[in-house]
């Protein structure tokens, strides 16, 4: 009796194990298709990738998440909840604004908290931020095919598909105006600013193959189209992007690389697209780029430490601007600073948080992956490099622009984010 009691303990054992391991292989592959899925189709992508975290529970894989990283975030959220009650209890009342606004807004803080700490499990080792940076190169195909065909065929937008789970917009074009290709994106910065993400995985892809065969002429070709659609969108934001991430590869046949797609591009782009502004690279048009800009930085300072420590609240910062300054021109709807931003919405404290403990990820990710380089694999050592400029370029262009708020650009941050916490 007791050896056949003994008999079905292993059997219900066993066939635990088998149900945790197929569970946590679906899990892996529901984040791949998220990825894979994040530009396209944003709304299938967030279904997929929170079915993949809450996978994660019955994941039984050896592995400890560096929590001692996502606890700052974890406090920040806590502040953000404490500025958006006083955001709604406080006496002064803007004309436009309300403040479920600040309530809505930390939606775009505190899911991703909870996304990196799941996350984590997806992208602990070199060989899954492979794949997942493959994802990335995979689901972006689709952004050359409408970009181009934005610009040779004038196929505009918006296009709706899946009863409106996915929309494409695809922007009509002037490129005299300076209003390049915007793909399914609503703004040619949006679109380059996901081609300053993809761009390092791309260049490692193409040089990770040794021989010269189809695979890496498909790369060479698809690298080519990539650096022509950063030229297009005519966003300065993505040419410097894509030229400073290929910058950290650190050697000098990837500056050979660098000049000789950046004149490929130049000629293509002469080429393909003659009606191209010859105006883009003057100093006149680059200074009133970065006037307007370094006004809006000066003014929403004052804004800033009015309220210090709890801000404003989100989504306030284009209407306290305009009625400090009606005689501008503009009514930017962001201080084109995510630092900034988020100061003004949630205050300093909140603000400064986050950014000190991403800077301290991006040093101690740096000195592991450029420094120490631990890794006895040289080709893991070349894509961690690649990652780290992935998110270190993206995190800057935040800096001076701000897509964040574009969820296509928010998860792909937090994605990257969190593989560089698990290379700290």
Known sequence: MNRKILVKDIISDNLTIKIHNFISNKGWIFFKLGVFLILSAPVLASFFLLISLFLTKSNKQKFQPRNKWI???????????????????R????????SSLSWLGLMNWIPFYLFMWRAQFYLNTVERRKQVGNMFLAGS??????????????WHGPFTFLNGLVIWFQRS?????????????????YAACWLIIIWPFCIYSFLSIKNFNFKKLLFFIFTLLLGISVYLTQSRNGII?????TLFFSKNI?????????????LGALIFASPINTKFFELTNLTNFLGPRVFIYSNALPIILERPFLGWGAASFPLIFQLRNQSFQRTPTHPHNLILEMANSYGLIFATLLFFTICLILFYSYKS????CNDSKTEHIRFNKAWWASFFSLFLSQMYDVQYFDFR???????LLTGLINMV
């Open 173 to 189: 074009i002037d490129f005299e105006k300076g209003q390049g290709i915007s793909a399914m994106f609503n703004n040619q910065n």
């Open 241 to 245: 992007g894509t030229s400073l991430s």
């Open 91 to 98: 006496e002064f009342k803007l004309v436009g604004w309300d």
């Open 141 to 154: 195909v689709p952004l050359i095919f409408s970009g181009f065909v934005q610009m040779w065929f004038n």
């Open 254 to 266: 990837y500056l050979i690389i660098l000049l000789s797609t950046i004149t490929i591009t130049f």
């Open 71 to 89: 606890l700052p975030f974890f406090a920040s959220g806590v502040i953000a909840i404490i500025s958006a009650l006083f955001s709604s209890l």
């Open 369 to 372: 992956i450029f420094i120490r």
């Open 409 to 415: 650009i928010s998860i792909s941050f937090w994605i």
